[in-house]
């Protein structure tokens, strides 16, 4: 089963992420046979570590067979009359806004017509060289199924909370990259610090990736990250003083069919060797949450230093927090939202299953007691619906310890009708989260092991903790937030308590 066992999670409480995280990554894994989601877990999830994919991973895909041609290019003719009319963002690798790409929005269709001319004037067209990047495509084609995530990334509690979002009904971090021979995108981390995974459907990506930390000796005498990190201007060392310090980054050749996982923090560059068609996933869980919440603190930081000048204002740590939402896309308040959400969805999955399993264990116990009653049975029967009963709290005791969930169709119109209760009033209406079956919105990942969740809802725990020591925190009115917090963490703790955590 591609999940977590209790064993696995005991070993996991043993470790020091911290610990292995700062193990010195020699090379990038090139896994080119299948790996159980709880191998992948353990030694690439959980110390951070960047791998290459093969192709058996995106083999199936509806993308990868009807967006490429036999010769292996991209089918821009099916794309044109199947998508031709959505509108999507271009950016322009030849230019530099604010330490970016400046885009521009067109249909598909014309995006299609300038990658045929580039392509037949060998890729030096008069409009220089456009990417068509962070396209939320699933977003827009909801039917289509271009994909389907790997199992290894399916525990994403970014998706899973933006899922739910009523107020930001046209944005996720799922993403489809098209792009000619000669595109590329700067060097950056990805939003939040979040893992990022990117698949190829046609053609090749070379990948600069350096290690967390590694990214202090690339500043400027500023403090600004270059937007070229390949550019000469780094050896200059009056501007760039610490460069010399820097490593040589890893560089990835990635094949059509490639899936490469990117890690929190791991800074990269990236450039399309050919005429290449990507899709890319942002994503969070428990086992980079941490990293999101250090980099969360670290920007509010820097904001509140930007504007010291001004901090005996009324309302300075409400206007930080809202500056700090402007620039990063979420303040702490969200944040604390993000983590309610996380831990209420896996919170209804262990009750539900401690329900199922006391529910079967009462019926067997009533069967028994009505053939007891029932003088018209003989012993023998009643001596084997014992049996059974005995057997039935053995295997609740077996289900609650190994982490199995109910499977009959009584467990399953359970999780079909029992839907979220209060999440959000009053202040939170413009972001208040749509009603969906647990089922539904639980990762696969969790929804088959329920020591997943128990992993899940002790890093929420963790974050929590801190979160709730947080001066900046508890500057924070009770009005913006969505909950008690310290009832939420006490919620979390009897649960836990339910496990042995």
Known sequence: MDSLTQETLHKIQSVVIDQIRKEPVKSVDHITDRISYEDF??????????CLLSSYVTAEWRSVKEWVKEDGQPNLDFLASNFGDALVPVADCNKVQYYAQPKTDMKLVNYIEYWKDHISKGHKSKEGCLYLKDWHFVHVFTEYQAYETPVYFTSDWLNEFWDLRSDRTDDDYRFVYMGPKGSWTPFHADVFRSFSWSANICGRKKWLLFPPGEERHLKDHLGNLPYDVT??????????????????PFEVVQEAGEVIFVPSGWHHQVYNLEDTISINHNWLNGCNIDIMWEFLQQELCTIQKSISDCIDMEGWH???QLIMKASTGIDYAEFFLFLHIIASHRLQLLRRCSRQMSEQVVSKSSDLDQLKHDNTHDDDSVSKLNYEHTKSLEVCKTQKLSGELPTTENSKSLCEDDTSTRLLSGTFESMAIKEISACQRLPDACRESVWHAVFDIDQVKKILECLMKNEEFQELESSVLCDDPKQIYRNICDALNEYSL
């Open 41 to 50: 877990f353990v030694k690439y999830l959980l110390p951070n570590r960047p």
């Open 231 to 248: 550019s000469c201007e780094l050896h200059d060392g009056k501007k760039y003083p610490n460069y010399k310090n820097a490593c040589q």
């Open 318 to 320: 409400n206007q930080c």
